[in-house]
């Protein structure tokens, strides 16, 4: 039993790596199918639930960890979260580092520490990661879910008390007041035209309740065992979740660079049902083939996601002829011909191809990277 739930904990995982991989790597940003693309801001795309499935599996994949520390030094299990959370977050920032040299009129220079991205995906990551299991640790889980729903309504009540203009703009937010009051212009995401990072400090408050709530299916599936009751309640769980973020919407849009509290019930919703689906296909119908092709990225998830961030960084940087990168290069001698949008789309399948073969070749030698 234990073993099929992890098995369908690794698909799920690899599910999310996989599309994490496709949606970040086009081969042309321009001309990239709507379903691949964030919403600009309020709404919601499928591209916008990959994100928090991360985190909702970090969550999932704390629930069976986290009975082993039972015998364990509470000073220990500190230390283990708080090295983990550091792990991952420098990495992170080393990966917007990379390559840490630029070029300048033709030839290299370092690139400045005043000028790199302080927080992101992996940083955001390990926050949550951190928080939650100290949460998790030092208090019951049901008060550690009460704990969770109330950052979701202080962050809310944060945002409209604290907020300039529109409390709910790119521009007058107060994540992005507290971002730049804490590190300035120059270490925020510059991606949207402006100085803002949809992973600054203050949304951290709210992605924490992704992490919670994949504790809380994990601890349910355990508890209840691999029973249509366990599935129903679990699909009904998920449903329930949606229609609050719903009618949340109205007051709170849903909106995945806010990370607001709608976004957070309704990803965690979503996810509810998409992994009650995942067990329901491997452990009642036994339908396993298809399984191995994603449980090969759920086994190293984050060297595979850094794999395809580097080598994706390094494709930038290097160049075939004057201004002419390697990655556009490649783009338009092959996968253009297949349509603009289209050969998009297989450029970014290539390379998470890619990246699936080397995590193949791990899988097979016994290799897993962990932090």
């Known amino acids: ?81 708080l090295k983990r959370t550091l792990i991952i977050f420098l990495l992170g920032y080393l990966m917007y580092w990379f390559p840490f040299v630029k070029q300048v009129s033709g030839h290299w220079e370092m690139a400045p520490f005043s000028h790199t991205r302080v927080f992101g995906v992996l940083q955001r990551i390990a926050l949550c990661y951190g928080i939650a299991a100290l949460l998790l640790y030092f208090l019951k889980p049901k008060l550690t879910m009460l704990v969770a729903v109330t950052l979701l309504l202080m962050y809310w009540f944060i945002l409209l008390l604290y907020g300039q203009g529109d409390p709910f703009s790119m521009e007058g937010n107060a994540g992005i007041l507290l971002d730049k009051w804490l590190l300035g212009n120059d270490h925020l995401y510059h991606g949207e035209g402006v100085a803002f990072d949809p992973e600054g400090l203050l949304g951290t408050m709210s992605a924490v309740g992704n992490v919670i709530g994949g504790f809380a299916v994990g601890s349910f599936i355990q508890r209840k065992g691999n029973t249509y009751e366990m599935l129903a309640q679990l699909l009904l769980a998920g449903a329930s979740l949606m229609a609050l973020a719903w009618a949340w919407n109205h007051f709170f849009p849903v909106n995945k660079k806010l990370w607001t509290g709608s976004f957070v019930l309704l990803t965690v919703g979503l996810d509810c049902i998409i992994i009650s689906a995942v067990i329901y296909i491997i452990d009642f119908l036994h339908k396993t083939r298809w399984t191995y092709f994603f449980e090969v990225f759920g086994r190293n998830p984050l060297f595979i996601y850094l794999l395809s961030e580097l080598g994706v960084t390094l494709l930038y940087v290097f160049t075939v002829q004057p201004k002419v990168s390697v990655y556009k290069w490649i783009y338009e001698t092959i996968y253009v011909h297949a349509g603009d949008y289209f050969g998009s789309l297989l450029f970014a399948i290539s390379v998470m191809l890619v990246c699936w073969l080397v995590g193949y070749f791990l899988d097979k030698k016994k290799i897993y990277v962990r932090v």
């Open 1 to 81: 039993m234990a073993s099929q739930r992890f098995t369908a904990l690794d698909v799920f995982r690899g599910m999310t790596i996989c599309f994490m991989i496709i949606v970040n790597t086009p081969g042309n940003g321009l001309t990239t199918y709507s379903e691949l693309e964030h919403a600009h801001w309020n709404g919601f795309t499928p591209t916008d639930l990959v994100f928090p499935s991360f985190l909702f599996a970090v969550g999932n994949a704390l629930s069976f960890v986290m009975p082993r520390w039972d015998n364990l030094p509470t000073g220990a299990v500190v230390w283990k979260i």
